[in-house]
T-cell receptor, first 110, second 114 residues
């Protein structure tokens, strides 16, 4: 079957660094995405990885290991506005379906 | 402004009364898709479309229909809604089905079926 696992909830302090992990098992792989979703709002795109390695984008970085079926999202210099759910999604190859994890709710404390 | 527009944003209906949720994008995107989001289950893809007249099932297509007669529109049709279709629905589009194309989401449509 197809499955994406990520922690349900995480808590961190303002100014700190947090790493949100995602493991996946899918039939085919054509890219891994991270989205941010604030409560009551639509998801917005954060990052995309299709090759192994680290992609950096300001305070946000995302890492992918295809052989391990593993990714993480790294958030640095946490701000209160980073309190949101973070969704890991895999696009499958051939069919262009998207499989989403259930999301990690991050709380940033002052 | 580049956007994905869904209507209605909120709807309460009764079992069996056909309804359509419209989705329109103004970015000339080829790829469009529908999702439902339920607590504890995350976002699940219902249907997607790679281009005009090309649609395919996602993971939870039962009870839904779609059509893609024009590039900008991708309506979601519930022919006979049931209470288990009560959910938050998102439409999303992407420049294409592959590549680095990120999904742009509409604001969501909260549907309640009594």
């Amino acid at each position: 079957g197809q499955n994406i696992d990520q922690p349900t909830e995480m808590t961190a302090t303002e100014g700190a660094i947090v790493q949100i992990n995602c493991t996946y098992q899918t039939s085919g792989f054509n890219g891994l995405f991270w989205y941010q979703q604030h409560a009551g709002e639509a998801p917005t795109f954060l990052s995309y990885n299709v090759l192994d390695g680290l992609e950096e984008k300001g305070r946000f970085s995302s890492f992918l290991s295809r052989s391990k079926g593993y990714s993480y999202l790294l958030l640095k210099e946490l701000q209160m506005k980073d309190s949101a759910s973070y969704l890991c999604a895999v696009r499958t190859s051939g069919t262009y379906k998207y499989i989403f994890g259930t999301g990690t709710r991050l709380k940033v404390l002052a | 402004e580049a956007q994905v527009t869904q209507n209605p944003r909120y709807l309460i209906t009764v079992t069996g009364k056909k309804l359509t949720v419209t989705c329109s994008q103004n970015m000339n995107h080829e790829y469009m898709s529908w999702y439902r989001q339920d607590p504890g289950l995350g976002l699940r893809q219902i249907y997607y479309s790679m281009n005009v007249e090309v649609t395919d099932k996602g993971d939870v297509p039962e009870g839904y229909k779609v059509s893609r007669k024009e590039k900008r529109n991708f309506p979601l049709i519930l022919e006979s809604p049931s209470p288990n279709q009560t959910s938050l629905y998102f439409c999303a589009s992407s420049i294409s089905g592959g590549g680095t194309g990120e999904l742009f989401f509409g604001e969501g449509s909260r549907l309640t079926v009594l």
